[in-house]
């Protein structure tokens, strides 16, 4: 694990390298949805809008296959904004390696477990209180836990909380993975000065741009199985 600055706010303890990538994460998002929200327009779409008109439809075809239910388009901004947030993340630690020292000043937040389970857990939460939401507190607990048998439910207890763990490390294990490697491969470009860099440099890209993929893929996983967690606990077993 990197040594980072840690600081406590309310006896909360933040590492500073995660801190400062959400931050960035969070104003490269905001950015990216005002370039892409400008001049608006039916006839003539720009090709910003685009951009967002396709991600949209992407994510309408995601929430679509998992909840097949009338109140599906009630979760599409859920699943584009966690999307966006998951996919930018995973990114925005693999342009750069930032080191003070023995300290890390910057990596991807989902290179972080802390951040990883809290979103996990965050979205198993927010399926919990929605399926009440919707159900009522009794139909609830008959069709998350008691179909098709009554039998089940303490298999559906413990499974609670594997969804919860496999959605977390799931995402967790590969990015930082990645990470590492894309920190071996800057140590050995750096072993021998220009030596090594002629055989580190092509790896480096070569790594980063397999990382791409393996962040896109990422983000589309845990917005899809977030969905289909959704989908158990809005949706009853007649439907």
């Not at 040594?3 to 590492?15: C, L, S």
């Not at 179909?147 to 590969?174: C, D, M, W």
Request: glycine share 8%.
């Amino acid at each position: 694990m990197e040594e980072t600055v840690v600081f406590q706010v309310f006896g909360i303890a933040f590492g500073l390298n995660t801190l400062l990538a959400v931050l960035a994460t969070v104003i490269l998002i905001l950015i990216f949805c005002v370039w892409t929200a400008q001049n608006l327009s039916v006839d003539s779409p720009s090709k910003p809008q685009l951009v967002m008109e396709t991600l949209i439809d992407f994510v309408r075809g995601v929430v679509g296959g998992a909840i097949d239910d009338h109140g599906a388009q009630n979760f599409q901004l859920l699943g584009l904004t966690l999307l966006l947030f998951i996919f930018m993340s995973n990114m925005i630690g693999l342009p750069l390696l930032l080191h003070v020292g023995h300290f890390s000043l910057w990596r991807s937040p989902t290179a972080d477990p802390i951040v990883c389970l809290s979103l996990a857990l965050l979205m198993i939460l927010l399926s919990h209180f929605i399926g009440v939401n919707n159900l009522g507190f009794k139909s609830y607990v008959k069709n998350s836990y008691m179909q098709p048998s009554s039998f089940l439910f303490p298999i559906k207890i413990v499974e609670e909380f594997t969804n919860a763990l496999t959605l977390a490390l799931r995402l967790y294990g590969n990015i930082f993975a990645g990470e590492v490697l894309l920190g071996l491969i800057a140590g050995l470009a750096n072993l021998k000065g220009s030596l090594t860099w002629v055989i580190g440099l092509p790896l480096q890209m070569i790594w980063q741009g397999f990382s791409i993929f393996i962040g896109a893929i990422q983000a589309y996983i845990f917005v899809t199985l977030t969905m289909v967690y959704l989908s158990h606990k809005v949706e009853t077993e007649h439907e």
